[in-house]
Nanobody, 128 residues
């Protein structure tokens, strides 16, 4: 059974930085795809960043590209999201997820329907 636990959320000023972590158990990091998603109140959950096969490929949404970096520490079974130059519109609950077979298709790596396991989320609030 895959279990995911996010941490590192909190409050930041616009222009600041936060780093999110996701500790995973029951999953082999190099075997597939993991990703970060976020959901703001009243909005659909959206893909932010995905990392495939231990970092051979990364995918970012247009809204965060150049500001966020996804990475993983295989030895520690931990997924990270480094968020720099934060904006108020980055305010959301952030979730990590483990993908299924659909994530072999790069175009589907930020699609919620490609993911089978989800953490409980960590809140990020950015003030202007």
């Amino acid at each position: 059974q895959v279990q995911l636990v996010e941490s590192g959320g909190g409050s930041a000023q616009a222009g600041g930085s936060l780093r999110l972590s996701c500790a995973a158990s029951g999953y082999t990091y190099n075997s597939g795809c993991m990703a970060w998603f976020r959901q703001a109140p009243g909005k659909n959950r959206e893909g932010v960043a995905a990392i495939y096969r231990g970092g051979t490929s990364t995918t970012y949404s247009t809204s965060v590209k150049g500001r966020f970096t996804i990475s993983q520490d295989n030895a520690m079974n931990t997924l990270y999201l480094q968020m720099n130059n934060l904006k108020p519109e980055d305010t959301a609950m952030y979730y990590c997820a483990v993908g299924g077979w659909k994530t072999t298709i790069q175009a589907l790596r930020l699609d919620t329907r490609s993911y089978n396991y989800w953490g409980q989320g960590t809140q990020v609030t950015v003030s202007s």
